[in-house]
């Protein structure tokens, strides 16, 4: 019927046995390795995993003789869409090892029907992939068929996988034997998109929702078959499996497939590192890496991270997914701060976990999931998705932790004085990666016009040296309007520049300051403008007659600088030598 279905490519031999080809047939035939997908295919209602509802709803259905006539199937790949299908065919069509049950939601697995539909060769149970098969003519072929008897089961089962993918017109000629079935056939349709399902079709049909399997249940169910395999293998790297799994038996098993062809080569234990290796994870730790590097706004060290990632075979939208992720997770410690000492939670999760989700706002999480999510969309559609991820994180690192714009004009605007967090990082100065500030109180105690310059010989007054010198050195200023200050970091800036530079102001001015990093280039640093100012000047010098003279007089003779004598005034608004005295010196003469 020309009928195929995703699974059965290997198929098993086709062999006149009735007893060679069964799945679990462990005769020495059948020793070419079987991916374990297959191996461990569940046989019974009572092997699915992690679809208790789904199961005890069919089997009252059984109990009750109240089975509907069409079935549908739907959630992610992998969850076990299919599988359900053929044992629902079995449990219509068992009749028992002594040739004369009924339907039974516990197939024997042991009569002529349990045994050809394993197999996946019994001639009243056609499958079809409706994602090859979309037309109005496979369709008809269905219906055609159901004219007829079945040959040897009780029940014709059709079971038409990804049955959203059928045309208008396929759909319409199905509507029609889906309302009127025959009382001898039954359909299992089984789709990942169930929104694309007409409502038409899905109201003639029994729905069955398949869960997402959780995550500790394919741990264990992981570790069960890695013991039936004989397979050493940590559980740590049995964790790494489940979770990336997402959800999903098969995709699981396959990675499990992957990690025992690797595992092995040299005989020894899977361990949780190499299977982190195999899944493009350099740990779990990575993730808070690059979150850590999000946060603190430092786009070099976020984009070395996903470098580092991409290398070990980290795919880019996977990156963004885990940062999704964690996103979320961190959302959920905030909000269900016990969460940070259950035991369901791996260690990392804990520790690290806990210290992001304590400084950072449910606001600013919320801001990172709406880019992220819209993040990973751009990805998929991207060209070369490599580069499109690297243009998301460096968004992220200059534009998550602002606060959001109609919040901070609102706020200056009707009471310049107030006070906000602007949505990032919390507070706690020192606690890394922090740049949106507390605060409250006065401004700063001159009555001038306050500048960035006043900011800086601040620093220098309280005699912090680092932050001086970076103030110096890294601020590239965008604007300075009190209490926000928008800036540029230089490259290779410390990340508790921010932090500590608030918290310097707060601590001045009892207020609570705004310091929003921008991807504007911003002025040149202080530094910078000092040198072009000294190059300006020492051009000027040089082209002095009376320098000129004397460079004519002595050859060889060198300008090195020009020195201007200090107007009293200007002197005194430093207030001190700081301004003038290298850090270094500085520093040196502090203690
Ligand atoms: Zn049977």
Known sequence: MGLFDDETEGSPPPGPSLFGDAPEDNTPKAAAYRVLARKYRPKTFGDLIGQEALVRTLRNAFAMNRIAHAFMLTGVRGVGKTTTARILARALNCTGPDGNGGPTPDPCGVCENCIAILADRHPDVVEMDAASNTGVDDVREIIEATRFRPLSARTKVFIIDEVHMLSKAAFNALLKTLEEPPPHIKFVLATTEIRKVPITVLSRCQRFDLRRVAVDVLSAHFTRIAAAEHIAIASTAIDHIARAADGSVRDGLSLLDQAIARGAEDGAEISAAMVADMLGLADRGFVFDLMDAVVAGEAAKALAIADDAYERGADPGVLLSDLLALAHLLTRMKSVPTLASSSTLPEAERTRGAALAQMLSIPFLGRLWQMLLKGIQEVETCPDRRAGAEMILIRLCH???????????????????????????????????????????????????????????????????????????????????????????????????????????????????????????????????????????????????????????????????????????????????????????LYEGDE
């Open 399 to 585: 534009v998550a932790d602002m606060p959001p714009p109609g919040e901070l004009l609102k706020k200056l605007t009707e009471n310049p004085g107030a006070s906000f967090s602007g949505g990032g990082a919390g507070p706690a100065p020192g606690s890394g990666g922090a740049r949106a500030v507390a605060g409250g109180g006065m401004v700063m105690a001159a009555p001038r016009a306050l500048t960035f310059q006043d900011v800086v010989a601040l620093a220098a007054n309280k005699r912090d040296v680092m932050l001086y010198a970076h103030l110096r050195q890294s601020v590239h200023l965008v604007r300075f309007a009190p209490p926000v200050i928008e800036m540029r970091l230089a490259d290779g800036t410390p990340r508790d520049t921010v932090p500590k530079l608030a918290a310097m102001l707060e601590a001045e001015t009892g207020r609570r300051w705004t310091i929003a990093l921008s991807n504007l280039p911003g002025e040149p640093t202080i530094d910078e403008a000092e040198g072009v100012a000294t190059a300006k000047a020492r051009d000027e010098a040089l082209n002095h007659p009376l320098v000129q003279a004397i460079l004519a007089e002595f050859p060889g003779a060198k300008v090195e600088n020009r020195h201007t004598a200090p107007e009293p005034e200007e002197a005194e608004i430093p207030a001190d030598w700081a301004a003038l005295v290298p850090p270094d010196e």
